[in-house]
């Protein structure tokens, strides 16, 4: 004898899934089958009507109670299964109609968003990050760049080097130490050498508005998306005891990578470009970002090097990762620089400009315990800047033309070590320009990853050409 049991369970008022269309021969066709349909009061045979919201807007499918309604209605169905215990009463909404389809679902669009509520199914088009950035790089102007976490000095790179900065975000924290509001500084900056753009968002990215950006870049969508998270807490000239204070006290930046996600997920950009010092690789954050980004159909391409193996001058040492959904090959180049060079050579035409030093306390102590990086005649390497030059901590770089005396680089040597001698800085204070150089690219380091990106932008257009004069072919 068998045994009815009477299931109880509690209804939402609300309550969602997703779905795929099914190919039919090349149609689309979607079929809601769901214990859900019955707890929102669809049963075996109901009238029902569909209703389409728009053009690609998707559509309603509701429950007609007049049994006047007309000839446009459908039923419900229900399908048995006597072996399944967990299922025996499937109801059953199938939509078929290609007009309905075509009109209510984007071209391209395979999964839809399912909302449940009493009488009623409203279905709207789903498309991923990976659907969304192939269909953005068909749109986007092949230049074209969306940078975030930048003072200016790679936008001028970029700009000089042929790329479009179509939107900037930019947002100075506010440090301890600070007597001002400085959060416009790497705004300005910014402005100051990106060219014409579309969009500037000068937000915090921890707490940025992810939804108008999404919503401002929808129409002018970007192909490159390059960030360059701040590298404090990722850098071994900080401290092991302040990273982890920080961490405490969630001043930390190391994280800071995870905020950028949210802006690729809103803008969808074919390309993305991460710019950090090589301790962002093998970070916990990183790991994570990178992750998601293959999980979410990027390819990654990373590459660690230092800038004097590109023709920089300084041996400062970058990571730089390429995520990308384009289909075609990806290289950077090998390296071609000389690491060694006559180093008096490349400051001697700015000596008159720096100014003697030698009487600093710190600069002496830093030279008594082997910290200070002195460029002395004869020199075969130059030193890399860092954001505290200005300080003249015990570490910092010096010139020392005869033992005991110090000149300190002017800001237009400092400049020229790292190629951005064009660099416009005059928007800010000398202070947050020193912090600017001493934070920013190798110039010819980062032109070496940008025309290694643009060969494979290129690479993917002609690809694409060729399909579509293969397609018009046919």
């Known amino acids: 004898m068998t045994e009815d049991v009477l299931v109880r369970v509690n209804v939402p008022d ?9 190919d039919k021969g090349g149609r689309r066709i979607l079929t809601i089958s769901s214990n859900l349909l019955t707890l929102f009061g669809f049963s075996k045979g109901d009238a029902v009507v569909e209703r389409s919201l728009g053009p690609g807007k998707g559509m309603t499918v509701e429950r007609v109670d007049d049994l006047f309604a007309g000839p446009q209605t459908k039923k419900v169905y229900a399908r048995t299964y006597k072996q399944r215990r967990n299922n025996p009463l499937e109801h059953m909404i199938e939509v078929s109609s290609q007009r309905l389809i075509d009109e209510a679902f984007p071209e391209g669009c395979n999964r839809v968003h399912i909302l449940f509520q009493s009488g009623k199914v409203t279905i709207t088009p789903i498309f991923t990050i990976e659907e969304r950035a192939r269909a953005n790089a068909g749109k986007a102007d092949p230049d074209s760049v969306f940078a975030a976490l930048t003072s200016g000095v790679d936008l001028h790179s970029m700009q000089t080097s042929g790329f479009s900065i179509s939107a900037v975000l930019e947002w100075r924290p506010q440090e301890a130490r600070d007597k001002t509001n400085l959060t416009e500084t790497g705004a300005m900056t910014a402005l100051a050498n990106s060219g014409p753009l579309y969009a500037l968002f000068n937000e915090d990215v921890t707490s940025c508005v992810l939804d108008h950006i999404g919503a401002a870049m929808a129409k002018n969508p970007p192909m490159i998306f390059h960030a360059s998270p701040q590298c404090d807490d990722l850098s071994n000239l900080k401290a092991k005891s302040l990273k982890e204070r920080d961490l405490e006290t969630t001043d930390s930046t190391a994280d800071m990578i995870i ?9 969808a950009p074919p390309v993305v470009v991460f710019e950090n010092v090589p301790g962002m690789i093998g970070s916990p954050a990183y790991e994570v970002a990178s992750l998601r980004l293959r999980r979410w159909g990027y390819t990654r391409h990373e590459h660690v090097g230092d800038a004097r193996d590109y023709g920089g001058l300084t041996s400062r040492k970058r990571a730089y990762v390429v995520f990308t959904l384009l289909n075609a090959p990806f290289a950077f180049e090998e390296p071609y620089g000389e690491r060694e060079r006559d180093a008096w050579a490349v400051i001697e035409p700015f000596l008159d400009q720096c100014r003697d030093v030698s009487h600093s306390k710190s600069l002496n102590d830093g030279k008594e315990i082997g910290r200070l990086r002195a460029i002395k005649p004869g ?24 033992d005991g005396k110090f000149l300190f680089p002017s800001e237009a040597l400092f400049k020229h070590l790292l190629g951005i001698d064009d660099v416009d800085l005059n928007a800010v204070s000398a202070t947050i320009a020193t912090e600017i150089i001493g934070q920013s690219i190798d110039r010819p380091h980062h032109e070496m990853i940008m025309r290694s990106v643009r060969r494979h932008i290129a690479a993917w257009r002609e690809a694409s050409n060729d399909d579509d004069n293969v397609g018009m072919a046919a």
Request: charged share 30%; aromatic share 2%.
């Open 379 to 402: 020199a075969r390497n130059l030193p890399t800047p860092v954001k505290s030059i200005a300080r003249m901590a015990k570490d910092s770089i010096v010139i020392e033309p005869e």
């Open 14 to 22: 609300i309550a969602t899934k997703q779905l795929k269309f099914r």
């Open 259 to 267: 905020d950028l996600l949210a802006i690729i997920e809103k803008i």
